[in-house]
């Protein structure tokens, strides 16, 4: 059997009803709705596994941007495709708390710059479009977040180097086994959503950044004695 036709079968045996001329609209509808059933129910689980293993390792990142802002520093983001997505919603989190009495904390999405990113990637490398904001604006006590869901994206471990070379504390959130980003001595904290697919770690990733800044404003907030 040729890579098509296995690709075809597995499609088949996923979604029958879109297969051949005719369909049955109960029973696809029916298909439809056991399939949202299934990918809902997936995504609650991988949450729960998620956050029963980490809840520590999240509490200690969370104390780690804390940290930052205390130091009068700031956060930058920074992930490809989706995961930029995530760093920059990360960064709006950040500078616009939607909860009234929290303060703007500075975080800055080092996608944001289209002409600085398509200049450094066209110049010398999309490799290179972190590495140079970094050297740019970076200084130690600020703090770097990167997304991935394989943990293996090269421009982002040569942020984490250049980041440590900085003195800017790093945090990594991955998917799988966490790839380089975890193995590779760079990050401070590197939380890892142990699953091979793309959204059930992206989905994890969201409800854990959005998790991480509540616990930093609390911590904040309890460092003023407020």
């Avoid at 994206?153 to 003195?167: P, Q, R, T, V, W």
């Avoid at 409800?207 to 003023?224: G, M």
Wanted: aromatic share 6%; net charge negative; glycine share 10%.
């Amino acid at each position: 059997m040729s890579a098509d036709d296995d690709n075809n079968a597995r499609l088949d045996a996923l979604y029958p009803f879109l297969s051949g001329t005719a369909k049955d609209a109960e029973q696809e509808t029916a298909a439809l709705l056991t399939s949202i059933e299934r990918k809902s129910a997936e995504s609650i689980a991988a949450k729960k596994r998620f956050f029963a293993a980490n809840a520590s390792a999240l509490l200690q990142a969370a104390r780690a941007i804390a940290s930052v802002y205390q130091q009068g520093g700031k956060m930058f983001s920074i992930g490809n495709g989706g995961s930029s997505c995530d760093a920059a919603h990360f960064a709006v989190e950040f500078q616009h708390p939607v909860t009234t009495g929290r303060p703007a904390l500075p975080a800055m999405n080092l996608l944001a710059d289209s002409a600085f990113v398509s200049a450094v990637a066209n110049d010398i490398g999309y490799g290179h479009v972190f590495v140079r904001q970094l050297t740019a604006h970076g200084k130690k006590g600020d703090g770097l977040i990167g997304f991935s869901t394989s943990g293996n994206s090269d421009n982002i471990l040569a942020a984490f180097a250049k980041a440590k070379e900085l003195g800017i504390t790093t945090l990594g959130l991955a998917g799988g086994n966490g790839g380089e980003m975890k193995s590779s001595g760079l990050v401070d904290h590197c939380l890892v959503v142990e699953s091979d697919s793309i959204h059930r770690v992206q989905e994890v990733h969201v409800a854990c950044y959005h998790i991480l800044w509540d616990l930093v404003h609390t911590l904040l907030a309890d460092s003023r004695g407020k």
